[in-house]
DNA sequence: TTGTAGGCGTTATCAC
DNA sequence: GTGATAACGCCTACAA
């Protein structure tokens, strides 16, 4: 059944290097020989063996995407866009959550252990997020996502989210007009969250603002909580002037939906603007004001750097810092064109 | 720096063989030298090569997931549940998409060449895909989704479109009490709108209807236009009795926002309803009624077929039929409780 | 219980 | 331009 190199040899009547010669570097060899093997790799249907070949490459042309979860549109962009540029490098794509189930077997793991991959990229959303201690002795090229572990020693990829969110944050309290903004984030120990609540916090303070005691919420990024929180607080939270900033799209589409339940007017009695910039965020009545997050283009990077690193592991760590963009939409009351 | 076998066995004292026990039947070595192996083992960090491993074993024990496309929820769904059931088999999972990019380099193109993998899950939702042709003289085992090519050859798993569309429909006439019921699909050549807009035919005739010439659109898939198409006929579509049937959700919201937007009450002026049940369905005002169509659960039973024909290449094919689920929500117009 | 030796299928290094 | 032959790192009879 397995149809080897020798046996195209046999078959060709070369010697087993003529063919290998044919299949990696045709030029240095013979039309008529070439043509002959060409035949017999044909006729026998051969194809190289992807170990010893790696064996002697010590390459797989294989790297991995390592992201907290595989659920919802912020992750399935990123690896969208990974995908897409590993298969433009020649390289195929491993994904794997380091969430669910038993950690001890994710991904991550079972690369440090024994591993096929030229590469991982991976994705710490998380500060108490276990991968960062697989990644302490990790011999594979690495690049990290979304966080810095210790930015000397490896490549990362980063979103600028204090960018983004003072951005988001001066826009409603200059262009908007807003005297009152609600926070409803992530988890507490998300460090996304915590980067929008740290500019959330700084750009009140620049306007002589600052959180009431009941302005910060900390939810899990999910439309039906962010719901049924909306239910028991918008109509407090409603006034002029006053606005929520919602960590993510989904939040922000559900306290929207909330308020458009209990009567309210968006963005007239209330605003609500978001982050990311998914689908949610165009397919919410009234579209949302949202920063866009560019995640394909995170994915994009993240390959493109840890492939620059595989071919050449001498070189200087880099980071590229990712810039999010206002979109300014419906639901804040403005219709002010910043970006 | 790699540091083999023959390292370990030389710090240990033992050969290579002993070495190999160690890692693999560990019983079979006695304790004492076991544990010198072990702390060597340690010492040096040594991992074995996963290369000469599978050279040797003839598997890498990573197995492909090839999809049209990447993008979206349905699809990461299908990630999501084919990723966690590949891990509990001890698997790890490549993705990649058969659409985007040059054809000739995607990842099953990469594969029938020369492969690490063990196998491959394809989905094929295309009537024109190219995939298929790929398919033929495969060598690696295989299982196919969502689509048979040809029954015989091959494991597969696909959904009952029929009787998701059969149950949705015969609640719309039925229970719902419409009377003109406008289809919207996606392309023409896509399979699931195929099956979908037969059964919808078929039980239009099974109450004495049939679709008028204006009643069936094939779109995209996409919100945006079927926003705009709702846009569009909302109100010439408007009346008792009357429903639009989206091929799925994102196109059944825009519907909705657009009937919305156009002053039209929904379900009071016009029932819509998707398919699929995604995220989107429940973030839509009024929640859409659509039919719940398991898409985790068939990358799950993808990942489980193709694990066992890996393990049992001469086991007979076996097709796993997945049943979708009529899900009542507001959208229709009714709250009968149908399964 | 342990060691020796052969082979897995390639590619690379030499001769010729 | 082509052919032996030695790695590559591991596993597994088989022998001791």
Redesign the interface.
């Known amino acids: 059944m397995p149809v080897s190199i020798a046996d195209v040899a046999k078959l060709a009547r070369v010697s087993i290097s003529t063919v290998s010669r044919v299949i990696n570097r045709r030029n240095v060899v013979n039309s008529a020989t070439r043509a002959r093997v060409e035949t017999a790799i044909k006729k026998l249907?051969y194809?190289?063996?992807?170990?010893?070949?790696?064996?002697m490459l010590?390459k797989?042309e294989?790297v991995?995407l390592v992201l907290p979860d595989?659920?919802?549109?912020f992750?399935?962009?990123i690896?969208?866009g990974a995908?897409?540029r590993a298969?433009?490098l020649?390289y195929?794509?491993?994904?794997?959550?380091s969430r669910?189930?038993d950690e001890s077997?994710?991904?991550l793991y079972?690369i440090?252990?024994?591993?096929?991959l030229d590469g991982v990229a991976v994705m710490v959303s998380e500060l108490t997020d276990r991968v960062q201690e697989v990644l302490v002795?990790f011999?594979l090229p690495f690049v990290v996502l979304d966080r810095e572990i210790d930015s000397t020693r490896h490549d990362s990829v980063v979103i600028d989210q204090r960018h983004g969110a003072l951005a988001m944050m001066r826009h409603l309290l200059h262009d908007c007009g807003a005297r009152r903004v609600i926070f409803v984030g992530g988890l507490e120990t998300n460090v996304d969250t915590i980067a929008r609540l740290a500019a959330y916090r700084d750009v009140l303070a620049e306007f002589g603002l600052h959180a009431g005691p009941n302005d910060v919420y900390h939810l899990d990024y999910q439309?039906?909580t962010a719901y049924a929180l909306g239910l028991r607080h918008v109509r407090e939270w409603a006034g002029a002037g006053h606005c929520v900033f919602a960590a993510n799209d989904?939040m922000a589409?559900?306290i929207v939906?909330a308020a458009?339940?209990a009567g309210l007017a968006v963005p007239r009695d209330l605003g609500v603007v978001g982050f990311d910039d998914t689908?949610?965020a165009?397919?919410t009545?009234p579209p949302l004001t949202t920063v866009r997050v560019p995640m394909a283009l995170m994915g994009v990077n993240a390959i493109e750097l840890l492939c620059q690193r595989i071919a050449d592991p001498q070189r200087a760590t880099t980071r590229i810092t990712l810039r999010p963009e206002l979109v300014v939409r419906e639901s804040c009351g403005s219709r002010a064109r910043i970006s």
């Open positions: 249907g194809q190289p063996n992807a170990f010893a070949r790696g064996l010590r797989s294989i991995g595989l659920h919802g549109e992750y399935s962009e690896i969208r995908s897409t298969r433009e020649g195929n794509l491993v994904v794997s959550s669910d189930g077997h994710s991904l079972a440090r252990q024994r591993s096929l002795d011999r439309y039906e989904e589409s559900g939906d458009t339940a689908r949610v165009r397919m009545r």
